[in-house]
């Protein structure tokens, strides 16, 4: 067990200072499209889950903004968030929870939520493995944009799925999907490494597939972090979700080189 898991990435993903790190990520929701989705929330509730990038703040910030600004109305609403990643630093088997009692952050300490993580581990696919957390960016990048649009009176449930299939991944987070005041997010960035032209050809199939919940049409291919989005997929099918589409560009429409870019694309399950 370890008492708090320290930011891995700050300075690279995302700026180290807090001030300029808070100016940034402020700057990005005030930016982010107002969006006939973000106008639906007020009125219908707050979402189930959102699909977000986890690149780099220059290039995919702008994209997982246009998702983090459909929270806002729900500041008060939301008390509880279940952050789902890819592993890209370790294998893992099934799903792995963190021993951690906190997450820190250049912007402050985020509680974990241990009574969501004791359910969780019930699961017999769900188990511990703090060395995958450790240097793991996945949920790390989304921390900064959830604390400023929730402030400071939510917890953490951070879960790294690997090896899993669809419906082993959406039974072991049946239990939080839907509750009362809680989000479940989804980190996936889309195509990786095409031209422009290609990149965009494969990130509209990637968003189509999405927004229909074919999550058995969707791979690794098209979506780095294809298992939680499939668990997640499962999910709203059985509960008769919509998926809405937010933003889809990529990193030669936000900061980077046209000559090979990576896909990036929000969405919104209600």
């Known amino acids: ?37 973000w106008s639906e929330a007020v009125v219908n509730g707050p979402p189930v889950a959102l699909i977000v990038p986890h690149a780099g703040y220059t290039y995919s910030g702008p994209v997982a903004a246009s998702a983090y600004a459909q929270l806002r109305p729900w500041k008060q609403a939301i008390s509880r968030v279940v952050v789902v990643g890819p592993a890209h630093r370790s294998p893992v088997r099934g799903l792995a929870l963190s021993s951690a009692r906190a997450f820190d952050t250049p912007l402050g300490r985020i509680p974990t939520d241990w009574v969501a993580n004791e359910v969780l581990a019930r699961d017999p ?80 199939e990637a968003a189509a597939t999405i927004i229909a919940a074919r999550w058995d049409e969707l791979d690794g291919e098209h979506a780095c972090g294809v298992v939680p989005v499939r668990g997640a997929l499962e999910l709203a099918r059985r509960h008769h979700n919509s998926v809405t589409l937010l933003d889809l560009r990529n990193s030669a429409d936000t900061a980077g080189p046209a000559a090979s870019v990576v896909g990036y694309g929000s969405f919104l399950v209600r």
């Open 125 to 204: 696919g769900v188990h511990v493995d703090d060395r995958a957390h450790s240097l793991e960016h996945s949920i790390e990048v989304h921390l900064p944009f959830l604390q400023r649009v929730l402030g400071d009176r939510w917890s953490l449930v951070p879960v790294i799925a690997g090896g899993a299939e669809a419906a082993e991944v959406a039974d072991a987070l049946e239990a939080v999907w839907g509750a009362d005041g809680t989000l479940v997010v989804v980190s996936t960035d889309l195509s990786h490494y095409h031209d422009p032209t290609t990149a965009r050809r494969m990130d509209a």
């Open 1 to 37: 067990m370890i008492a708090v898991r320290r930011a891995a990435v700050a300075g690279t993903f995302y700026p180290a200072g807090r001030s300029e790190l808070g100016a940034l990520v402020d700057h990005l929701l005030d930016e982010a499209a107002i969006t006939e989705a």
